[in-house]
């Protein structure tokens, strides 16, 4: 079964509305969860690294202030898409690392469609 | 910096017929090589890994991969290819020293009955 769960899994909004999605290690903790945006047809793209009772690492040209990153426990992180507009609409997907295992496969949540009218 | 490259953008393949979907890497240090399927509005799910030891990984679903140093490659292989294997696949690496993971661009492999 799923070990990263993903909420919601599909969000249509209007413009200017800011949107939560949230990430979910159901059991195994994870100091570290990645968040990728992947457009059609297109790979994935790391957004940033979300760090457990820290600041969110972002890659570069990804706004901070766009695109919010909470990871205030050991099992769950969030990002807000912040007065979202239509070119934010995309599919985004957070992954996680178990705790001390780096070197093993992440595991992937099933990913959130976001589509800004 | 860490890359990976994946050169075809779509393979077709006939059912029954082997399949290799191609996949190349370039790290500063030792790579981390991971192959992915994903389906249709879903995550990625994980197929196999290279860390360390044999070159010849097998993983889910009746896949292998090679890692082959010499030409930093980490190519997908299927001997025996089904309908069902049809989806987007990536490849991706980690160097050892680092945190995150890159993809490559994808391959959406198609196989035809």
């Known amino acids: 079964g799923a070990v990263v769960s993903q909420h919601p899994s599909w969000v249509i909004c209007k ?30 793209m790391l957004m940033a690294t979300s760090n457990e009772g820290s600041k969110a690492t972002y890659e570069q040209g990804v706004e901070k202030d766009k695109f919010l990153i909470n990871h205030a426990s050991l099992t769950l992180s969030t990002l807000t898409v912040t007065s979202a507009h239509p070119e934010d609409s995309s599919f985004y997907i957070c992954s996680a690392p178990r705790l001390g295992q780096d070197n093993q496969p992440q595991h992937f949540g099933d990913g959130t469609r976001l589509s800004i009218l | 910096a860490q890359s990976v490259a994946q050169p075809e953008d779509q393979v077709n393949v006939a059912e029954g017929n082997p399949l290799t979907v191609k996949c190349t890497y370039s790290v500063s240090g030792n790579p981390y090589l ?55 696949y990536f490849c991706a690496v980690r160097d050892n020293g680092a945190s995150k993971i890159i993809f490559g661009s994808g391959t959406r492999l198609s196989i035809r009955p």
């Not at chain 1, 509305?17 to 994935?44: G, H, N």
């Not at chain 2, 994903?38 to 679903?61: A, C, E, H």
């Open chain 1, 15 to 44: 413009s200017g509305t800011s949107v939560k999605i949230e990430c979910r290690s159901l059991d195994f903790q994870a100091t570290t969860m990645f968040w990728y945006r992947q457009f059609p047809k297109q790979s994935l």
């Open chain 2, 34 to 88: 991971f192959w992915y399927v994903q389906y249709p509005n879903r995550g990625l799910q994980f197929l196999l890994k290279y860390i360390t030891g044999d070159n010849l990984v097998k993983g889910s679903y009746g896949f292998e991969a090679e890692f082959n140093k010499s030409q930093t490659s980490f190519h997908l292989k299927k001997p025996s290819a089904l309908v069902s294997d049809s989806a987007l």
